[in-house]
């Protein structure tokens, strides 16, 4: 009776520890600073007073034209990460964002999980993206981004292979997929932006083809995002910063140093 308590007991300390390995190996692999895997970019030079605004799994209209609105009026550019299969659904949004002086990025085919995937796999979920953006604007793009921010080196080393520049993000995102308060998703990012920050707001969800489809409104509403894009703006440029896309981020050599801390309104 005593032995087979403890070969329970070791077996599920065994399957507690292969757990406890696994959440923190997934952790590690979505960590948008880990750069165990390889090289990405999470941050543009931390001298220069400028902000990457970027967009995460559109398009989805009406939200991500509302918000080229907003980018438009604001006299802002931002960058796109784009999932294919909506770009194919909806390609005049993708030549409005180019038109508008926006940056594309590769968002995957549909939104899949890349770290579960294998090479040829991954190879065919960007290059089939590349082709859709291509179709729909006449843009080719360097930039990727991995859904979730999960990658290992496999993902990682087809993406280069390709020549893309895969892009993470430095400000904790604002978990916007939640829908909360426009005001809300701006205090959770505003506070947290410094010199070369990237941000991540999402335009859709997953590449989810609502408008098509017909899908409840819940599911793709990404009103609060138009707000919460407006206010990001107001604020980050009444402290002195300057959005560029992504590619100009990259661009970057220097600017005017921050003297002490944050700038005051």
């Known amino acids: 009776m005593r032995a087979s308590l403890q070969t329970a007991l070791r077996v599920a300390a065994a399957a507690a520890l292969v757990t406890l390995l696994g959440f923190v ?11 165990l ?16 605004l970027t967009y995460d799994d559109g398009p989805n209209p009406p939200y991500t034209d509302r918000i080229l ?8 550019h931002a960058t ?11 390609p005049a949004v993708v030549r409005r964002e180019v038109r508008d002086g926006d940056a594309i990025g590769n968002h995957t085919w549909n939104h899949a999980h890349l770290i579960v995937l294998d090479a040829a796999q991954v190879r065919a979920s960007l290059e089939r993206t590349s082709e859709a953006i ?16 999960a990658r290992d080196w496999l993902v990682l080393d087809v993406a280069r292979r390709l020549g893309y520049t895969p892009v993470m993000w430095s400000v904790p ?3 916007d997929w939640e829908y909360p308060p ?12 410094r010199d070369g920050s990237i941000i991540v707001l999402h335009d859709g969800n997953r590449g989810m083809l609502c408008a098509a489809r017909h899908l409840p409104k819940r ?3 990404r009103s609060s995002d138009i707000e919460a894009t407006r206010l990001i703006v107001d604020a980050l440029k009444r402290e002195g910063y300057r959005f560029v896309t992504v590619p100009q981020l990259l661009a970057t050599k220097g600017a005017p140093k921050r003297t002490s801390g944050r700038a005051t309104e």
């Open 25 to 35: 190996s997934y952790e590690t692999a979505e960590n948008p600073s880990n750069q």
């Open 37 to 52: 895997f390889g090289k990405t970019l999470v941050s543009g030079p931390n001298d220069a007073r400028v902000v990457a």
């Open 69 to 76: 609105d907003v980018l438009e009026r604001e006299h802002v």
């Open 80 to 90: 796109f990460f784009v999932v294919g299969r909506a770009v194919r659904a909806y």
């Open 134 to 149: 291509y179709a729909a604007s006449g843009a080719r793009t360097h930039l990727m981004r991995p859904p979730f921010g």
């Open 173 to 175: 995102l604002a978990n």
């Open 182 to 193: 426009a005001s809300v998703i701006a205090a959770r990012i505003v506070p947290k932006v």
């Open 219 to 221: 599911t793709c509403d």
